[in-house]
């Protein structure tokens, strides 16, 4: 009875405001446990979103390439953000499912593949800044496992090797990089950097390791 009336909710022009709003009083309750209990490691979505967002707002970014899809969570909340999205999604029935929730959507572009090759790919259309957001490694569950559980050397080395326009990384998961056997760290990460873009900068904060000009400060998300 509750899906039959769910159904028939969804069909009716109430349901999207009324979706907002669940959605947002759901965010804000998130978003003051997370800041109650000491702003633990992962944080809630909520605030990747805003730290995406300052980013954005601060180095005037108006192109996200992501990569993991997954559900297309991010591109949802991100949608009005930016003229372009662009996402890779390693798993073909994750892309399918997210090509059919943003079919209605021109400007977001999604692409099946390996992130790590399908990146070289993609740079060349890039005639803007773009904000990389770089979340397709292995995290269990229903996420996709390529030949590695992270393809994130190969994404950066592709990334950095472009120094105009200047694009900016964030790259999810700060808490696996130096954890998880797989992945590596951050040290690693930091010397992988200074060796190609010593006009760039590490630093790591609300479970993400931003990569950013030198002399220029990543903001939170609050």
């Known amino acids: 009875m509750y899906e039959l009336f769910k159904s028939i909710l969804r069909a009716t022009p109430l349901w999207a405001p009324l ?16 800041r109650a209990a000491g702003r633990p490691a992962p944080p809630p979505h909520i605030v990747k979103q805003r730290f995406l967002r300052a980013h954005a707002n601060a180095f005037q970014t108006p192109i996200l390439v992501e990569t993991g899809t997954f559900r297309g969570d991010m591109l949802a909340a991100l949608a009005a953000d930016f003229d372009k999205l662009y996402s890779i999604e390693l798993s073909q029935e994750l892309w399918q499912r997210a090509r059919e929730r943003f079919a209605d959507k021109p400007h977001i572009e999604l692409i099946q593949g390996d992130s790590g090759v399908e990146i070289k790919n993609l740079l060349p259309k890039l005639d803007r800044p773009a904000l990389f957001w770089l979340d397709g490694h292995y995290s269990a569950g229903d996420t996709a496992r390529g030949d590695k559980d992270t393809p994130i050397l190969e994404e950066l080395a592709a990334i950095l ?7 900016l990384i964030v790259i999810d998961d700060a808490r696996c990089f130096g954890s998880d056997p797989a992945y590596p760290t951050i040290a690693a990460i930091t010397a992988f950097v200074a060796a190609r873009r010593p006009d760039l900068t590490v630093s790591v904060a609300e479970d993400s390791i931003r990569i950013c ?8 998300s609050d």
């Open 213 to 220: 000009p030198t002399g220029r400060q990543s903001p939170l």
């Open 19 to 34: 979706k907002r709003q669940v959605d947002r009083r759901r965010d804000q309750r998130a978003l003051l446990d997370w």
């Open 161 to 167: 090797e472009i120094k105009a326009p200047q694009h």
